[in-house]
T-cell receptor, first 110, second 112 residues
Framework: QKEVEQNSGPLSVPEGAIASLNCTYS??????FFWYRQYSGKSPELIMS????GDKEDGRFTAQLNKASQYVSLLIRDSQPSDSATYLC??????????FGKGTKLSVKP | EAQVTQNPRYLITVTGKKLTVTCSQN?????MSWYRQDPGLGLRQIYY???????DKGDVPEGYKVSRKEKRNFPLILESPSPNQTSLYFC???????????FGPGTRLTVL
């Protein structure tokens, strides 16, 4: 069974700090990776996608991918209370299917 | 506005009473999918469709049916709902299988 593993948290950071969210994946054939943010009771919304090794930055968000280590991370700089949500790490498996992690709950304290 | 819509948003029903949850997208996406989300289990795929008249099982298809007669619509059918199908359901779509998915607002279903 192909899996995406995330620490369920909660991860608590003070306002203005850097939040670091991590996940590992088991399908070595995965080529595409996504980070979704989900507020309680709401639908997931895409924050970042990353396809190649290295860093990809978009505003306060940086996604990092290391295919050799099968590791994906999301950094949130200058964290805000509005960033408090569950973050889902998702890989596109070698069969084309999406494999969802169970999510990391982030809490940003004012 | 580009969106995925689901109806109803909330539904309380009883065991055995057939129901349909509709899903529609206005983005001309080829790929559509249904997920259920349960505490501690994350999002699990029920069924997906890569194009009109093409559907396939996901990870948890038992007790569900789908159809894809038109590109924009992908209804989820529960022929005989049971309490273990109480969950939060999401429909999602994308241009292709390899693209990021856009999610509908969710349908919270309770089966008594």
């Amino acid at each position: 069974q192909k899996e995406v593993e995330q620490n369920s948290g909660p991860l608590s950071v003070p306002e203005g700090a850097i939040a670091s969210l991590n996940c590992t994946y088991s399908d070595r054939g995965s080529q595409s990776f996504f980070w979704y943010r989900q507020y309680s009771g709401k639908s997931p919304e895409l924050i970042m996608s990353i396809y190649s090794n290295g860093d990809k930055e978009d505003g306060r968000f940086t996604a990092q991918l290391n295919k050799a280590s099968q590791y994906v991370s999301l950094l949130i700089r200058d964290s805000q209370p509005s960033d408090s949500a569950t973050y889902l790490c998702v890989s596109r498996g070698s069969q084309g299917n999406l494999i969802f992690g169970k999510g990391t709950k982030l809490s940003v304290k004012p | 506005e580009a969106q995925v819509t689901q109806n109803p948003r909330y539904l309380i029903t009883v065991t055995g009473k057939k129901l349909t949850v509709t899903c529609s997208q206005n983005m001309n996406h080829e790929y559509m999918s249904w997920y259920r989300q349960d505490p501690g289990l994350g999002l699990r795929q029920i069924y997906y469709s890569m194009n009109v008249e093409v559907t396939d099982k996901g990870d948890v298809p038992e007790g569900y049916k789908v159809s894809r007669k038109e590109k924009r619509n992908f209804p989820l059918i529960l022929e005989s709902p049971s309490p273990n199908q109480t969950s939060l359901y999401f429909c999602a779509s994308s241009f292709r299988t390899s693209d990021e998915q856009f999610f509908g607002p969710g349908t919270r279903l309770t089966v008594l």
